[in-house]
């Protein structure tokens, strides 16, 4: 058996192809999914099944797109929802025989009432299992959160999850290894580690939530708070129905200056600029939306809407098939193309350019002391609510497209976040909404707690 990890940088997302012989499975693919194909074609493997642990709601499931490429394929999950595709309905306890690996099906309801772990075999060495894909039910660290699918059922949901756990997964054994599908850095949970894999003796010996009784379980996940982003339903309505196949879409335009002119002049088009923070900020083409190649995954899904268009300003042409698997992962379909030779061309031509002020920490606290600057924390909710510098005003970056004309701009605004790349985006949609008095402390939170400066909450 072989198990090979494809991570969805930004998201976190981890899935994985498995094979064993010549035959092979998917466990929740990715929407750009000629990766399984390759990694097929490398191990002389056919994939067979493509099995999904739930319906995933950060991010756009591949499952349709891996079969367009592997026909053969059988996409299969949880019986508990009615998906608009699939030939597999699984229930609790359903085997299949995948090469030499025994794959047993595991309803465990919790994250989601279509939760499914996989629990794998080697049936050249016994029928033990070895390894477990436990999706958003049981992360290194951390387990999945029960608020997504009615707030009203959090409590319910919670408690599905607790039994799950305890009366499933944790039975399996001790020495089984366990294969989440998040990594540090998810929006699924709370506090998942760096470590994508673990075993399930060491998470019952250090996962603190697998310490606690029922009742404490209940009450800490009902009072835990994490990211709620407007992408979550999008997604959730097409990893239900099934996303439109990408042969679908019209493909990538390079567009001269005219053409990405009137682009930038339309009221629902983002051009996204995925040059460096820093970069952005000293010069960058009016009404543009700053989100760096490095965190484009992450902040498309907050920030951007799936009734707006969208282009590319690159700061290289090799960068343009990671910015557009960045949108199309989190279903922002309706993507044009990008401005031919990037910055540089516009720059070039002598057309005008903005910036955005880059603020120390020292004259934050400088402006903020003198009465000179407001500051909007563009974090989440949670987050704001933890530590917050005194006089901030939350307007999460999530939510900031629907909030921006209620901010009050009579002074300067700072707006803060843990590190800057947040707060760059959110700079950068105010500009294009026309509120120009805005500066951006780089260092941001981090580096106003390392100055030693005091914090609220």
């Given at each position: ?9 930004g ?48 991010y ?6 891996l ?16 998906f ?25 309801p ?10 794998v075999?080697?049936?050249?060495v ?24 009615d ?37 699924c ?9 673990s ?54 335009e ?105 603020f120390?920490?020292?004259d ?27 006089g ?28 800057g ?14 509120f ?22």
């Amino acid at each position: 058996m072989r198990i090979t990890t494809i991570r969805s940088e930004g998201l976190a997302a981890l899935s994985y192809f498995v094979s064993s012989e010549n035959e092979a499975m998917v466990i929740d693919p990715r929407r750009d999914a000629l990766v399984y194909h390759n990694l097929a074609t490398q191990s002389e493997s056919k994939i067979t099944h493509i099995f999904e642990t739930h319906r995933n709601e950060d991010y756009v499931i591949g499952s349709l797109e891996l079969q367009s490429h592997i026909p053969d394929a059988e996409i299969g999950h949880s019986v508990a929802t009615k998906f608009g595709y699939g030939e597999l309905d699984l229930a609790d306890g359903e085997i299949f025989q995948i090469g030499n690996m025994k794959v047993t099906c595991l309803n465990t309801p919790g994250h989601t009432d279509d939760s499914m772990c996989y629990v794998v075999a080697d049936t050249t060495v016994g029928s033990d299992p070895i390894v477990a894909f436990t999706g958003d039910t049981l992360f290194v660290n951390e387990v999945g959160r029960t608020d997504l699918v009615d707030i009203a059922k959090h409590s319910q949901m919670s408690k599905k999850l607790y039994t799950s756990l305890h009366d499933k997964v944790l039975r399996l054994g001790d020495g089984v290894i366990i294969r989440p599908g998040h990594g540090a850095g998810s929006v699924c949970g709370g506090a998942i580690s760096d470590r994508e894999f673990s075993t399930i003796g060491f998470e019952k010996a250090n996962n603190a939530w697998l310490a606690m009784d029922e009742d404490e379980f209940i009450k800490s996940k009902v009072d835990q708070r994490l990211t709620l982003s407007s992408h979550f339903k999008r997604c959730e309505k097409l990893n239900t129905d099934g996303p439109p196949l990408l042969s679908s879409i019209k493909p990538l335009e390079e567009l001269d200056i005219s053409e990405f002119e009137k682009l930038i002049d339309q009221s629902n088009h983002r051009a996204i600029d995925t040059r460096s923070n820093a970069e952005f900020l000293n010069s960058h083409i009016p009404r543009t939306i700053s989100m760096s190649l490095t965190n484009i995954g992450l902040l498309a899904g907050w920030a951007l809407r799936s009734d707006q268009t969208f282009s590319f300003i690159l700061n290289d042409y090799n960068d343009l098939e990671l910015a557009h698997s960045s949108l199309l992962r989190v279903g922002l379909d309706n993507i044009i193309g990008y401005l031919k030779n990037g910055f540089h061309e516009w720059s070039k031509s002598g057309r005008a350019v903005d910036s955005i002020s880059s603020f120390s920490i020292e004259d934050l606290k400088t402006g903020l002391n003198n009465n000179t600057l407001g500051i909007i924390d563009v974090r989440e909710p949670h987050e704001f609510e933890n530590a917050r510098i005194a006089g901030s005003k939350s307007s999460p970056l999530t939510s900031l497209e629907e909030e921006v004309s209620d901010i009050d701009y009579s002074k300067t605004i700072a707006i803060a976040c843990p590190s800057g790349f947040r707060s760059t985006a959110a700079a950068s949609i105010m500009k294009h909404n026309g509120f120009s008095n805005i500066v951006v402390p780089l260092s941001g939170i981090k580096g106003w707690k390392a100055k030693g400066y005091p914090v609220e909450g």
